[in-house]
């Protein structure tokens, strides 16, 4: 957290969420109080049931829920997770984030410390994003029936003019992109829940995507296809999933796939495949083949240095998608069967 941001816990007459916190009386009013200070905001202001807010010409929503376990990791924390996640998912739209709706549920004993802890570092990420929480609402669950913070958003933002992003829109020679290496998020999850140590800390990847994809999209504008971020099922389950909605055939290379050396040696450990592994700051771009090498560049030079072109879109088996190996040979990357890692966002 940016030490610079100042975040001091209120003074309150309770240490800890009660059910009646959630009853929509005096108890929940003296919760709530200091969070509108906190996310101030003048349509949250008015307390209304939703929000009255402007937009711009055509508009992306998207709604996602949080429920990681642990709530604090390396690299970020479910609040951090939660902005970014729903940034993300309207930038893989090809939208520019304007407003959120939050939604808490509360587990009955929470400590007070710990949930502003999480508030904090919510309004710390929406203003790096510049995004405004205009509404939301609490529910405070009985003692062992959640685990602790459940979060919910709702994301609203305005459609770049020249986003027109899907799968369908893949052409046969168009080039993949993806913006850095796999598997951090999901390796550093684990670590903290099974107490497993490597030489160096594995930290989430957790970060916002918009301003790379507005770059992207005020450069080259219908030339990039596609865009999905890599979340659960990782970057294979992605592919899998484009190669099937838009009806043409992927193929990717493993040896141009970047993995960090410490989540490569800790899924070879655990075995775990890292391009099923979750990221939560990585996506994939399927953009026109005269615009690929420009394409890249924009994103290495808008923070992702890391950045390669690791495949493209083939003539062949629509629907599929082959990773060709080092030695040369090709196997399918199918959806993810089940649930390589629980409760990663």
Known sequence: MNPAFSCPLPKLDFSEIQLGH???????????????????????????????????????????????????????????????GTVNDLAMCGARPRYLALGLILEEGLPIAELWKVLCSIRQAANDCSVAIVTGDTKVVERGKGDRIFLHTTGVGDLHPEAAISARRMEVGDRILLN??????????LSVREGLSFESAIESDTAPLHRTVLRLLDRFGTQIHFLRDATRGGVATVLAEAAQQGGKGIEVEEALIPVGEEVGSACELLGLDPLYVACEG??????APEIAEEALLEIQQSGWPQAAAIGWVAGEHPGKTLLRSAIGGRRPLPLLPGEQLPRIC
Not at 33 to 51: K, N, R, T
Not at 52 to 72: K, N
Request: charged letters at 10%.
């Open 282 to 287: 990585r996506f994939v771009a399927v953009v």
């Open 22 to 84: 959630g009853s929509g009386g005096m108890l929940m009013q003296k919760l709530l109080e200091p969070v509108f200070g906190l996310f101030s905001h003048p349509a949250l202001a008015e307390q209304h049931d939703g929000a009255i807010v402007s937009t711009a010409g055509r508009i992306a929503i998207t709604t996602d829920s949080f429920v990681v376990s642990p709530l604090f990791f390396p690299g970020g924390d479910i609040g951090t997770l939660a902005v970014h």
């Open 180 to 189: 850095g290496p796999v598997g951090d998020h999901g390796v550093a999850i």
